[in-house]
């Protein structure tokens, strides 16, 4: 009897301690959550330092990093019922995916057709942008240099002046989540912008708060 | 009375030109070396490394074709000869134009991309004139009181590699 109490007693200790020690180290290592509408409010804000904007003297460049919870909240805006978000989150796994925009300065106007001298050239640079700018994209991760796995152009047919490419590149190793600094290059062949590049620290990473779904 | 009036006349006068002083002493003026901040810009160095490669292709194809017309030449193989010269000059060509072009490219790219950082620069320093020296005699003596260059190449340079 008393061998039975001696065992419950040091059970229930070694629960509460783990309880305890778990406890400890979900809030030294937790952010503040936040909702939907102010998660991605707060990875878009440039102070956060998760999007980058580049200026040409006539150009503009945004380079958006987007962690899987902000890809999850875009794809599941209208709260669909049948979205599961748990099997998205791990299909992204060991990815890291970014979007680049690119917009003139001072002009409403679509980019692609600003500077144009015909209508085979709008041609020639749309077919760049589908079928070939991924291959002047780049991830430099932790001494790696990566290239595209997914590439998407969306074509948005002249109706707003931004443009933009949605880029997705696969980690090294065994990376669950990019754990490193990150550098995205771009060399825009089509307006004479040269090397575009944005710096994501792992700093700037962790300090995205949680989701609360 | 009229002592009284002159004194303050003189004093306004005083004033104004005192206060115009300050005025003009805090217009900021800075000079940067144009052509240091050129070949300083981090940008410059990675366009021109990409570039570099196709340039040392064609440059090995042009040796190695002028090799072979020497050969050539020597066994006093005529036709061969003027074959290989012709591809030569083919090539040498190619590589001036390639050359020409690429630095055009660079220039454009370069400076396109300097222009708005010299400009937020400028608003960041409350400068409210920023001469590019170039060597060309737009400035013709400055000593360093007023030369921002190197400060200017480290703020690019991070602007570049960081991305804002």
Request: one cysteine or more; glycine letters at 6%.
């Amino acid at each position: 009897m008393n061998k039975a109490i001696r065992v419950g007693f040091i059970g229930g200790f070694i629960g509460i301690a783990l309880i305890g020690l778990s406890l400890t180290l979900g809030l030294s290592s937790c952010h503040h959550g936040l909702k939907a509408e102010a998660y991605t409010a707060y990875v878009q804000n440039p102070a956060n330092h998760l999007k980058r904007t580049i200026t040409t003297s006539d150009l503009e460049f945004s380079m958006q990093y987007k962690p899987y919870e902000y890809i999850i909240c875009m794809e599941n805006r209208n709260k669909d019922k049948k979205y599961d978000p748990i099997k998205r989150m791990s299909s992204l796994r060991g990815t890291a995916w970014f979007n680049i925009s690119f917009k003139r300065t001072n002009s409403q106007i679509s980019v692609l057709r600003y500077g144009l001298s015909s209508l085979a050239e709008y041609n020639q640079r749309l077919n760049y942008y589908l079928n070939y700018a991924q291959k002047d994209l780049r991830l430099l991760y932790d001494g790696d240099t990566l290239r595209p796995i997914s590439y998407e152009f969306e074509n948005n047919y002249n109706l707003a002046p931004q443009e933009t490419m949605v880029a997705g590149f696969a980690l090294p190793g065994k990376a669950s989540h990019p754990e490193k600094n990150m550098q995205l290059v771009y060399y825009d062949r089509v307006f004479n912008s040269g090397i575009i590049k944005a710096t994501f620290s792992t700093d700037d990473i962790n300090n995205i708060p949680n989701l609360i779904y | 009375m009229r002592s009284i009036v002159t004194s303050a006349i003189l004093c306004l006068v005083t004033g104004l030109i005192v206060y115009g002083l300050v005025i003009r002493l805090n217009r900021k003026t800075a000079v940067v070396d144009a052509v240091k901040l050129f070949n300083g810009y981090n940008m410059k160095k990675d366009l021109e490394g990409q570039v570099k490669g196709k340039l040392e292709f064609l440059s090995k194809q042009m040796d190695s074709v002028q090799n072979k017309w020497r050969m050539v030449s020597a066994a006093k193989e005529q036709d061969s000869a003027k074959m290989l010269s012709t591809i030569y000059g083919m090539l040498k060509q190619k590589l001036q134009d390639e050359y020409t072009q690429s630095n055009k490219m660079i220039n454009t790219e370069v400076w396109k991309r300097l222009n708005p950082l010299i400009e937020s620069y400028g608003k960041k320093h409350g400068l409210h004139l920023i001469i590019g020296a170039n060597g060309m005699g737009t400035v013709l003596y400055e000593d360093n009181y007023y030369d921002m260059t190197d400060d200017l190449i480290k703020y690019v340079n991070s602007k570049y590699e960081q991305g804002d």
